[in-house]
């Protein structure tokens, strides 16, 4: 949408990247580009069969009804590097069928890292590195809480760069 566009923008304006990362505000299965991409990030349809936000535009960001890991992944193959990477965030409960449409194009799972809100509940997320060759899999954990409000020394470390008040 076009206001979560124009953050991300204003984002990228603002990091020592912007030379370097290009905001699309568009639909991916129309996106079409010269050079290909060596990294692709997304979030891709986040819920399914869960109940949609009454949020118009949270819903369209995280329900899976707009798109399917099929098309997700039939335009990655059109904009993907041939060395490159898709790196994906998802609920814990849809990878398995994120992996299996994955493999079906042609994506391996090369790093995944579960992720805890909190340390002695389940994890609920993952994120996932795919890329066209098969080399094993580096698996990773990361605990946001170690008990509420207390973030853990690991999640601190990997938000440093990003966040002001780590």
Do not use: Q
């Amino acid at each position: 949408d076009t206001a979560s566009a124009e953050e991300a923008i204003e984002n990228v304006d603002a990091s020592p990247w912007s030379d370097r990362i290009r905001i699309h505000n568009m639909d991916v299965r129309r996106l079409s580009a010269s050079d290909r991409y060596d990294l692709i990030i997304t979030n891709p349809p986040f819920y399914a069969g869960e109940e949609a936000s009454t949020d118009a535009r949270k819903s369209v960001a995280k329900h899976g009804g707009e798109l399917t890991f099929k098309e997700l992944f039939h335009a990655s193959d059109k904009l993907l590097a041939d060395d490159g990477c898709i790196s994906i965030v998802l609920p814990l409960n849809r990878e398995n069928d994120l992996r299996k449409e994955a493999a079906v194009s042609g994506l391996h799972v090369a790093r995944r890292c579960v992720v805890r809100y909190l340390a002695l509940r389940p994890p609920k997320r993952v994120m996932l590195e795919l890329r066209r060759n098969e080399s094993g899999v580096a698996e990773e954990e990361v605990i946001v809480e170690m008990e509420p409000g207390t973030y853990s020394s690991g999640y601190r470390a990997l938000l440093s760069d990003l966040l002001l008040k780590f």
